[in-house]
């Protein structure tokens, strides 16, 4: 077998081949090791590289393969973790220049289970400080690029993540999601991610962070539907430090995926009723991929009436309608004000100078507004809501655009349109505030060689119909055959 074909390999296949023996987790490891040298200076995915652990913890499961014993779900399948969770002995950064130094003591509950399940580390992957923009650069180790084009922007904040598994250097990504981190990096890295519904996996970090942290769940970053199902099976499950985490759901979602989906009704939507604006490349790739839904006799139509601008009446009797990014905007900025005003009053010179005026906005507004942030994000649930009474998936662009140019936050206008920063992402962040699961799947190129995704909604709690019919769109449209090249 040749060594590309063992890094592009499914992680179901490699947990398959450990446990015959017909490849060592060694054996893996080591091929992942050497392409990760060669890749990662021209890409920047891993920050911090741990290929020593990884010897050793591969090492660790040959042998209990060898002795016959009890395999983790995830046993000897070399991965990566999100540079934002804690693990005990690894340096954690969080992308901040605070943290360079610093080695946790102990790992978070997320990293715990990955580990019980037998993974095989391979490093840390990069992330903008704290997670809080859609693009991955920090202060101490600077871009993420995009391996389909290298001049491009890898998305964020999970961009390590993702470009680490769409350019073959590792098999399973831990990501996480506040605004669309997983998503939007496997939109534009071309690869398969998934946030689970919110509590599904819990966190530490209600206890600084408030209502930003309501926004957040980790997840899964593959390149096969099957294995974001595997990894999902190893990663939920309530524990007692997070009374927002959910009780372990009583079937496998690997098991659920070998099912079909039970008819489901699709509706979908090219700009929920406030999306400035959308590249026409991405919507024609949409349009494109949701009639291929239409091979399994299932009902596929636009919802026209879906809107999330909402409507209320203020304090003063007034009646106001409030776009999404207003809400979304007024949270991630006063939640980042509690978490981290501290760093402003000591660390300023150390915060990215966007992160910092991100935390000085949200010092700024009233209780009454910060009240009606919190009755707006309800609005918005009860809209996505109505779409769920009559169709059982939502589907939509993941973004209004394939990837931009790497020295840029955003881009300033899509298909001639001027945007604002943050209207590229109309698509994800909704689905933060209503903590409905939601998945980016690839669904084409764009003209300049760049993937564009497609997501995929489902009603609450219901991941396994988002795995189903992600599973159907990957077996009529494949995309794991094509692999970025680099010279």
Same mark, same amino acid.
């Given at each position: ?16 081949? %450990? ?33 020593? !652990? ?82 991955? +650069? ?13 001049? =491009?922007?890898?998305?964020? $904040? ?43 996996? @819990? ?76 590249? $026409? ?22 919802? =026209?009436?879906?809107? !999330?601008?909402?409507?209320?009446? #203020? ?30 009053? +000591? ?18 507004? $009233?209780?009454?507004? %910060? ?13 996505? #809501?109505?779409? /769920? ?9 993941? !973004? ?18 001027? %945007?604002? @920063?943050?209207?590229?992402?109309? /698509?994800?962040? @909704? ?15 764009? $003209? ?24 159907? /769109? ?9 692999? @970025?090249?680099? #010279?």
């Amino acid at each position: 077998m040749r060594k590309e074909d063992i890094c592009f390999m499914s992680a179901c296949d490699m947990r398959e081949k %450990i446990e015959t023996q017909e490849l060592s987790s060694l054996e893996i490891t080591e091929t992942l090791i050497e392409r990760i040298e060669k890749i990662n200076p021209i890409i920047n995915a891993y920050c911090t590289p741990t290929f020593e !652990l990884a010897r050793v913890l591969a090492e660790e499961a040959d042998e209990i393969v060898k002795k016959g014993e009890k395999l983790g779900l995830l046993h000897g399948i070399p991965t990566s973790i999100k540079d934002m969770k804690d693990t005990k002995g690894i340096r954690t950064t969080y992308g901040c220049k605070v943290f360079k130094k610093y080695i946790p003591k102990k790992d978070a509950i997320l990293v715990k289970r990955l580990k019980n399940a037998g993974i095989v580390i391979l490093g840390k992957t990069n992330t903008p400080a704290f997670g809080y923009k859609g693009v991955t +650069d920090n202060l101490i180790f600077g871009a993420t690029k995009n391996p389909w084009d290298i001049e =491009k922007t890898a998305g964020g $904040s999970s961009g390590g993540a993702a470009a680490a598994v769409a350019s073959g250097l590792s098999p399973l990504a831990q990501g996480s999601d506040g605004g669309g981190s997983i998503r939007i990096p496997s939109s534009f890295c071309g690869v398969f991610g998934i946030k689970p519904n919110y509590g599904r996996i @819990p966190q530490e970090a209600l206890k600084s962070e408030g209502n930003l942290a309501t926004l957040v769940q980790s997840g899964p970053i593959v390149r096969y539907v099957k294995d974001a199902a595997l990894m999902l099976d190893a990663m939920v499950g309530s524990d007692d430090i997070d009374r927002h985490s959910l009780q372990k759901p009583s079937y496998s979602y690997l098991e659920k995926l070998k099912e079909e989906p039970n008819n489901p009704k699709i509706g979908y939507s090219f700009d929920l009723g406030f999306a400035k604006a959308i590249a $026409s490349e991405v919507k024609d790739s949409i349009l494109n991929s949701v009639k291929k839904f239409e091979n399994f006799d299932w009902l596929v139509e636009e919802n =026209k009436e879906i809107s !999330l601008l909402s409507s209320s009446i #203020n304090y003063s009797g007034e009646i106001k309608v409030e776009n999404p990014h207003i809400t979304l905007w007024r949270f991630w900025t006063s939640g980042f004000a509690y978490a981290f005003k501290q760093f402003i009053k +000591d660390h300023e010179h150390d915060i990215d100078l966007d992160l910092a005026r991100t935390i000085k906005k949200g010092f700024k507004y $009233s209780a009454e507004v %910060i009240k009606e942030t919190e009755f707006q994000r309800e609005l918005i649930y009860n809209s996505i #809501n109505k779409h /769920f009474k009559k169709y059982d998936i939502l589907i939509t662009p993941t !973004l209004a655009c394939p990837a931009f140019d790497i020295n840029k936050q955003s881009p300033e206008e899509i298909d001639g349109v001027e %945007i604002i @920063p943050g209207e590229w992402t109309p /698509f994800t962040f @909704p689905f933060n505030m209503s903590g409905h699961p939601a998945a980016n799947i690839p669904c084409g190129w764009s $003209s300049g060689g760049l993937p564009i995704g497609m997501q995929i909604i489902g009603k609450r709690f219901d991941e396994v119909t988002v795995l189903q019919v992600s599973k159907a /769109f990957e077996e009529i449209a494949p995309w794991q055959n094509k692999r @970025p090249i680099f #010279n």
